[in-house]
């Protein structure tokens, strides 16, 4: 199972959107809508942001979105806050109860 | 409040095998799957299996089968991961993250440990 590929890093501005991609196959991102999204800071175990492809768990900011199309997932962060620089991963489930998770994102805020 | 408590940091030697523990608190242990991921580092999180703390099911990536094993003991709710035959790109942070409720439909992982770094050098 191969990871789902993420670009390497993103910035903006405070206030400004950024979207990351979360590109996969017909057999896991494109096939299921049981994508998740994680943000983790240094040294700090992931959080949950984002979960079946656009649901936020409750005390997630609403900034943050998640969408699908085809074979790519996406997460927005609209409004970029100081505090929103971390690393952010995707995962899918892909089919017989296994998971994969993408390659990370780096997200600057400039 | 929900909580994952991972025992501590280990240093193995290769070749040797290494066994973490996750307990948990907070909910009822049975009624939830509980995932395994690592992360090397400086590298990206890495899925490695679940198990099932009602039936004991267990389901590995294809990358650890035969070398990881996922245990449980409900009586005090904690699941243990073991991997053997250790090698030097084993060293990484190991997490357990609590997963979907057995028997619903929806696939995410919510609730995270701690993290347990092991360390595998001579």
């Known amino acids: 199972q191969s990871a789902l590929t993420q670009p390497r890093s993103v910035s903006g501005s405070p206030g400004q959107s950024v979207t990351i991609s979360c590109t996969g196959t017909?057999?896991?991102?494109?096939?299921?809508?049981?994508v998740s999204w994680y943000q983790q800071y240094p040294g700090k175990a992931p959080k949950l942001i984002i979960y079946d492809v656009t649901e936020r768990p409750s005390g997630v900011p609403d900034r943050f979105s998640g969408s699908k199309s085809g074979n790519t997932a996406s997460l927005t962060i609209s409004g970029l806050q100081a505090e929103d620089e971390a690393d952010y991963y995707c995962c899918s489930y892909a089919g017989t109860y296994t998971s994969v998770f993408g390659t990370g994102t780096k997200v600057t805020v400039l | 409040q929900v909580q994952l408590v991972q025992s501590g940091a280990e240093v193995k030697p290769p070749g040797a095998s290494v066994k973490v523990s996750c307990k948990a608190s907070g909910y009822i242990f049975t009624d939830y799957y509980m995932h395994w991921v690592r992360q090397a580092p400086g590298q990206g999180l890495e899925w490695m299996g679940w198990i099932n703390p009602n039936s004991d099911a267990t389901n590995y990536a294809q990358k650890f089968q035969g070398r990881v094993t996922l245990a449980r003991d409900t009586s005090i709710s904690t699941v243990y991961m073991e991997v053997s035959r250790l090698r030097s790109d084993d060293t990484a942070v190991y997490y357990c993250?609590?997963?979907?409720?057995?028997?619903?439909?929806?696939?995410?992982?919510?609730?995270w440990g701690q993290g347990t770094m092991v360390t595998v050098s001579s």
């Open positions: 017909s057999s896991d991102v494109g096939d299921y809508n049981y």
């Open positions: 993250a609590r997963g979907s409720l057995i028997g619903d439909s929806g696939w995410s992982i919510d609730i």
